[in-house]
């Protein structure tokens, strides 16, 4: 009907996780593994097996993103893979309410701020805007979330601090 199926696929994808990481045990102990895994594995939690799950499924994820290309593109060569999409990726994450410590987000929060990247990139793009400039305006969108996070969490640790008191 006009929708992209990897659009679709990315939906399905988000539905299934969400509700994997808010519902199951498992879910739960990776964000506090994200948060503290000495912590995690000092509460029973084997945080070894937890981070070896979250490696193995990054690497089925990536597989998954690079199958998707593919049918996108209709091509399969080593310039489509060194496109630098990390970048987007942490800046999606971190402008999405990912902490950069670790533990903290939502899978919502992430895939607005793909959708906020995309829009970045593609206006960018539209400007005229070169590699290089765009480059510059990612990375700069990268540190103010950054800014933002570690105030935050600054914050956050104060107003801690001054309950427990």
Same mark, same amino acid.
């Given at each position: #009907?006009?929708?992209?199926? %990897?659009?679709?696929?990315? $939906? ?18 990776? +964000? ?10 000092? %509460?029973? /939690? #084997? %945080? ?6 979250? +490696?193995?499924? %990054? ?7 690079? /199958? ?15 496109? #630098? +999409? =990390?970048?987007?990726? $942490? ?20 895939? /607005? ?18 590699? =290089?400039?765009?480059? $510059?305006? $990612?990375?700069?969108? /990268? ?23």
């Amino acid at each position: #009907p006009g929708i992209p199926f %990897s659009f679709i696929l990315v $939906i399905i994808v988000f539905i299934i996780f969400d509700i994997f990481l808010r519902k199951t045990a498992l879910g739960r102990q990776i +964000y506090c593994v994200g948060g503290n895994p000495e912590a995690a594995r000092l %509460s029973g /939690i #084997p %945080s070894a097996n937890v981070l070896t799950f979250c +490696y193995t499924l %990054s690497g089925f994820m990536a597989a998954l993103a690079g /199958i998707v290309s593919i049918g996108r593109s209709g091509i399969c060569n080593g310039v489509n893979a060194i496109q #630098p +999409y =990390d970048t987007d990726a $942490i800046a999606a994450c971190i402008v999405g309410g990912a902490s950069f410590t670790g533990g903290k987000g939502t899978i919502w929060g992430t895939l /607005i701020g793909a959708l906020l990247m995309a829009v970045i990139r593609n206006g960018l793009n539209l400007a005229g805007a070169k590699n =290089d400039v765009q480059y $510059i305006v $990612i990375g700069s969108v /990268i540190i103010l979330a950054v800014t933002i996070d570690v105030f935050r969490n600054k914050m956050e640790a104060k107003a801690r601090k001054m309950a427990a008191q």
